[in-house]
């Protein structure tokens, strides 16, 4: 099992930028795809963002496109999600997850998930 600890989350302004972190436990990490999902207060919890397990390839919720950026770092065993151009509407906790096998932004089929961490963006 993977351990996952998020961070970075806080108060920004809209139109602001936040990083988010996520720290994973795991012998060996470069195995597992990984993603980025968030729910909003009174909302289900929605796919945000995901990269595959070699860090080439990249997916989008369509909501987040041209403003999120997803990255990762095999060798920290590190995960991050640059948001820029933040929207009131981006309000929600965050959380990453990993799964080991390919990519999906159904929620139920993800393995690992973190904490979460609290982004709240002002209008």
């Known amino acids: 099992q993977v351990q996952l600890v998020e961070s970075g989350g806080g108060l920004v302004q809209a139109g602001g930028s936040l990083r988010l972190s996520c720290a994973a436990s795991?012998?060996?990490?470069?195995?597992?795809?990984m993603g980025w999902f968030r729910q909003a207060p009174g909302k289900e919890r929605e796919f945000v963002a995901a990269?595959?397990?070699?860090?080439?390839?990249?997916y989008y919720a369509d909501s987040v496109k041209g403003r999120f950026t997803i990255s990762r770092d095999n060798v920290k065993n590190m995960m991050y999600l640059q948001m820029n151009t933040l929207k009131p509407e981006d309000t929600a906790v965050y959380s990453c997850?990993?799964?080991?096998?390919?990519?999906?932004?159904?929620?139920?089929?993800?393995?690992?998930w973190g904490q979460g961490t609290q982004v709240t963006v002002s209008s």
């Open positions: 990269i595959n397990w070699t860090g080439s390839k990249t």
């Open positions: 997850a990993a799964r080991q096998g390919v990519w999906t932004q159904l929620v139920g089929l993800w393995d690992d």
């Open positions: 795991v012998h060996t990490f470069s195995n597992y795809a």
